[in-house]
């Protein structure tokens, strides 16, 4: 039996297709290497101890250049305290602790902290930087 040109060349072209078809799907079946995971080098966060200690305010872009410190025993109540209690406060002057006693004296006392933006010269920017540090309380 003869074959052609043609019939040998579809022959031969089928083999090689059938060679690399079984090769491709045997690929790698015999050599599969398994996943390795490392577990020696474990990341560790710091601890947020040193975070934990710091207040909003510590960070120096929060307060104002030539702002005063805050006051260093607590929240001041802005219903009771003196100018010099005041003053204390970041952003707080002479003019404005005794702008607040005025406001206090004429409209009564403060009853949220927030209502400090009705004293003249204290806006949504300096109550931001006092929040922190005042509380009303009668």
Same mark, same amino acid.
């Given at each position: 039996?003869?074959? &052609?040109?043609?019939?040998?060349?579809?022959?031969?072209?089928?083999?090689?297709?059938?060679?690399?078809?079984?090769?491709?799907?045997?690929?790698?079946?015999?050599?599969?290497?398994?996943?390795?995971?490392?577990?020696?080098?474990?990341?560790?966060?710091?601890?947020?101890?040193?975070?934990?200690?710091?207040?909003? &305010?510590?960070?120096?872009?929060?307060?104002?250049?030539?702002?005063?410190?805050?006051?260093?025993?607590?929240?001041?109540?802005?219903?009771?305290?003196?100018?010099?209690?005041?003053?204390?406060?970041?952003?707080?002057?002479?003019?404005?602790? &005794?702008?607040?006693?005025?406001?206090?004296?004429?409209?009564?006392?403060?009853?949220?902290?927030?209502?400090?933006?009705?004293?003249? +010269?204290? +806006?949504? +920017?300096?109550?931001? +930087?006092?929040?922190?540090?005042?509380?009303?309380?009668?």
């Amino acid at each position: 039996m003869k074959i &052609s040109r043609l019939e040998f060349l579809t022959l031969l072209l089928a083999v090689a297709f059938g060679a690399f078809a079984a090769g491709w799907f045997l690929r790698g079946t015999a050599s599969t290497q398994p996943v390795r995971v490392e577990t020696q080098n474990v990341l560790s966060l710091p601890t947020p101890a040193a975070v934990a200690t710091m207040e909003p &305010s510590a960070v120096p872009s929060a307060t104002p250049a030539g702002a005063k410190p805050a006051p260093s025993s607590g929240k001041v109540n802005l219903n009771t305290a003196t100018a010099e209690e005041l003053m204390t406060l970041p952003g707080i002057g002479e003019k404005r602790a &005794s702008d607040i006693i005025a406001d206090r004296e004429a409209n009564g006392p403060f009853r949220i902290p927030e209502d400090l933006t009705r004293v003249p +010269g204290i +806006g949504e +920017g300096i109550l931001e +930087g006092l929040i922190d540090y005042v509380t009303v309380s009668s």
